[in-house]
């Protein structure tokens, strides 16, 4: 394709401004959506914020402004959870973010009982079009309702890992559109994580399992705090999406 679009996209910056093009144009409703549309992705914004929506696990999730754009690589978290969760599986999708994670898991293994939370009001009413289940406003843990407690059998977490410091090297489309608070893991980037997996054991079903993204360099020290809490951690990872997930097991019944 080859066209001003195409030129005007290049000129931005944009790698594949021929895909980005195409899919521009097949979204906006009229000529005027679509330069609205241009001008907004020139301007730096991301791209799925621009379509409303972001391909995710061979689902269309809805993405508003300001919500956190779930990213390629972690289709592999989910169809890591998917591969534990069986039918029926009752799974908690924590930093649920616009729900992409949760609504992958949900499609891929039948009849889940699915609990999703962000502490994003933004975030939690655009996972509620995405999702089919509860959604819940809250930091971690604490919105959910204590039945649950015992009851897990998948609790996966894209947690913020980016240590602070790291916040102004990542891409402006990120770095200015997309909250800090789902970017920012604190000093070491792991400090979501850790609160994460302090209080899974007491939320995990026996034989239950905690998922959790993270970097390659970050693993060997998230996997410490799964054995510290209690859980039995093991380290996958993906080449094609460099992805990384950590997952910890809580002991079954004996």
Not at 170 to 194: S, V, Y
Request: charged letters at 20%.
């Amino acid at each position: 394709m080859s066209s001003p679009i195409v030129t005007t996209l290049r000129s931005a910056g944009c790698v594949f401004a021929e895909d980005e093009a195409h899919l521009l144009i097949t979204t906006a409703a009229t000529p005027a959506d679509l330069a609205a549309m241009l001008a907004r992705r020139v301007a730096g914004e991301p791209l799925e914020h621009v379509l409303g929506w972001a391909e995710f696990g061979g689902l269309r999730v809805a993405v508003d402004p300001g919500v956190f754009v779930p990213r390629r690589r972690t289709e592999f978290l989910a169809r890591q959870a998917a591969a534990l969760a069986a039918p029926g599986a009752v799974v908690v999708d924590l930093c649920c973010g616009s729900g992409a994670v949760g609504a992958a898991v949900a499609a891929a293994v039948h009849g889940v009982e699915l609990y999703s939370v962000d502490i994003d009001p933004a975030a939690v009413a655009c996972a509620r079009r995405n999702v089919r289940g509860a959604v819940f406003a809250g930091d971690l843990y604490d919105p959910l309702p204590d039945s649950l407690r015992g009851r897990v059998d998948i609790l996966v977490a894209n947690a913020p890992y980016v240590p602070t410091d790291a916040i102004v090297l990542m891409p402006p489309e990120a770095r200015i559109h997309e909250p800090r608070h789902a970017l920012d893991g604190g000093a070491d980037g792991l400090e979501i994580q850790r609160r994460v997996s302090a209080a899974a054991a007491a939320w995990l079903a026996p034989g239950g399992h905690l998922l959790i993204e993270t970097s390659e360099r970050q693993a060997p020290r998230t996997a410490e705090a799964f054995e510290r809490d209690g859980l039995t951690p093991r380290v996958v990872g993906c080449d094609e999406l460099g992805a990384t997930v950590v997952i910890g097991t809580k002991a079954g019944i004996a």
